[in-house]
């Protein structure tokens, strides 16, 4: 139980392109889940708190007209990468908090490798 | 600012040995919970360990254990039996407030070896 998947696990797009990735919680509901992103060899930096039927929360320095992230379900959020550029390569990982159970619990997706050309 | 340090960038382990991992964090507050997650080559991140602040007994998971010492803001890992598969490598993280916002705050990591 508690799977968090990606999709798509990576993805190669062109400069100026428009990039979603999908997370979902595939045997829980989630009200909450969470949008990180992990350079090579460094730490899971968090971008967003996504919560369902209302707004992102960016954390500071995040641009959220450049990742926009809407959270339609219980068990589906979408980050899009607007407009992407090379300095937008790096791996997107999602994670999600089961509702109902312990607040400090998230459960991870596999991560998104993104790369732009 | 709520911060957590991990001051061993690499490490290396033989097989069966046993390893520890450092972990220090910064906060203010009383109430909080601490984690150890690993991150293998294939990226996912899984938890090894959970902590909460408000209990003195360390935290143990099979060979996985913590030496949590809340004066000093310590959290270590010491991993025993060290199996090839415990390559990977480890974040100190923690979720501050006693849960109220569930935002995990993540240290450098530490990369581990397990040598056979």
């Known amino acids: 139980g508690a799977v968090v998947s990606q999709h798509p696990s990576w993805v190669i797009c062109k400069s100026g392109t428009s990039v979603k990735i999908e997370c979902r919680s595939l045997?829980?509901?989630?009200?909450?889940m969470f949008w990180y992103r992990q350079f090579p060899k460094q730490s899971l930096m968090l971008m967003a708190t996504?919560?369902?039927?209302?707004?992102?929360?960016?954390e500071q320095g995040v641009e959220k007209d450049k990742f926009l992230i809407n959270h339609a379900s219980l068990t589906l959020s979408t980050l899009t990468v607007t407009s992407a550029h090379p300095e937008d390569s790096s791996f997107y990982i999602c994670s999600a908090s089961p509702d109902g159970g312990r607040t400090d619990t998230q459960y991870f997706g596999p991560g998104t490798r993104l790369t732009v050309l | 600012a709520q911060t957590v340090t991990q001051s061993q960038p690499e490490m290396s382990v033989q097989e069966a040995e046993t390893v520890t991992l450092s972990c220090t964090y910064d906060t203010s507050e009383n109430n909080y919970y601490l984690f150890w997650y690993k991150q293998p080559p294939s990226r996912q991140m899984i938890l090894v360990i959970r902590q909460e602040a408000y209990k003195q007994q360390n935290a143990t998971e099979n060979r996985f254990s913590v030496n949590f010492q809340k004066a000093a803001k310590s959290f270590s890992l010491k991993i025993s039996d060290s199996q090839l598969g415990d390559t990977a490598m480890y974040f100190c993280a923690f979720i501050p407030g006693g849960g109220a916002t569930n935002k995990l705050i993540f240290g450098t990591g530490t990369l581990l070896a397990v040598q056979p």
């Open positions: 996504s919560n369902e039927g209302s707004k992102a929360t960016y």
């Open positions: 045997d829980f509901q989630a009200t909450t």
